[in-house]
């Protein structure tokens, strides 16, 4: 599914910008410059290749895609979250350490297959507390990559619109005779600059922000899961597991087992066993 506020954003900025230009001249072609286009966005992603490996660059471009897609992580799949983790407490206490076992191979969840993996092995709780918190980190600091990836590609976007800005003033001073031909190198100089803020304000910058808060929101659930999953092996009763938990919520939407706040739907990524 979309995510509308990325699409309106984009949208939104498109026409702002379309907007300012018709107002002030009907010759919009005066700001489409092929020249400017390959220096600013050639040169970044030439540099880019230079200073990353291919792997993070395209999981990177990847991530720049996803951020169009709605954000699969909400306050009410968080709520569902706890639902399922409270039905799981329940279902250790009648099946004991099989259920581990049954839930970890339901779940097309990765997170969940592997901590509860690691329950059915035997580890105690202090363990898998201390194995899920590495995979939790280890797991967002190498996918913020991505995210270093685009801020730096904002970064650079700048200096190769003054690259072509000081390539159009070179054109320019080469034709200081014949000032009929001035004026290439004055549109190249004037839109590669325009060119490298653009991409680096309304592009790279916002992309590197919102998979930046993508991978926060997913860390933030992953703790939440780890969490409910340590109660669980302590044997925890469930109105303790839903207060803990609930701790993690906004205070206005919170699970209850006595009331409908619990109706959720069920998330896609944490599959309740059979």
Wanted: proline fraction near 2%; glycine fraction near 8%.
């Amino acid at each position: 599914m979309v995510s509308l506020s990325t699409v309106f954003g984009v949208l939104f900025g498109f026409i702002v910008i379309a907007a300012g230009i018709l107002h002030e001249t009907k010759d919009w072609h005066v700001f489409m410059s092929v020249g400017s286009l390959a220096i600013v966005l050639g040169g970044t992603i030439t540099v880019t290749f230079i200073g990353f490996r291919f792997k993070y660059i395209w999981n990177a471009f990847i991530a720049t895609l996803k951020i169009f897609l709605k954000q699969s992580i909400s306050s009410r799949t968080l709520i569902a979250d706890v639902k399922t983790l409270i039905e799981w407490s329940k279902k250790t206490q009648t099946e004991g350490q099989a259920a581990y076992d049954a839930i970890a191979k339901s779940s097309k969840d990765d997170f969940v297959k592997y901590i509860f993996n690691l329950a059915s092995t035997g580890y105690k709780a202090e363990d898998v507390r201390d194995f899920g918190t590495t995979s939790i980190e280890e797991h967002y600091f190498r996918h913020l990559q991505e995210s270093s990836i685009l801020n730096n590609m904002a970064s650079m976007t700048p200096a190769f619109g003054l690259v072509g800005t000081l390539m159009g003033l070179i054109v320019m001073l080469g034709k200081l005779e014949d000032p009929s031909k001035l004026g290439p190198g004055l549109s190249l100089a004037l839109t590669a600059t325009l060119y490298g803020l653009l991409f680096a304000r309304f592009v790279f910058m916002p992309s590197s922000t919102k998979v930046k808060q993508t991978l926060s929101i997913e860390r933030f659930r992953h703790y939440l899961i780890l969490e409910g999953l340590v109660l669980i092996m302590e044997k925890k009763p469930a109105m303790y597991i839903q207060d803990k938990l609930n701790s993690y919520l906004d205070r206005k939407e919170q699970y209850s087992m006595f009331g409908d706040k619990g109706r959720a739907v069920q998330p896609a990524g944490i599959k309740k066993a059979a």
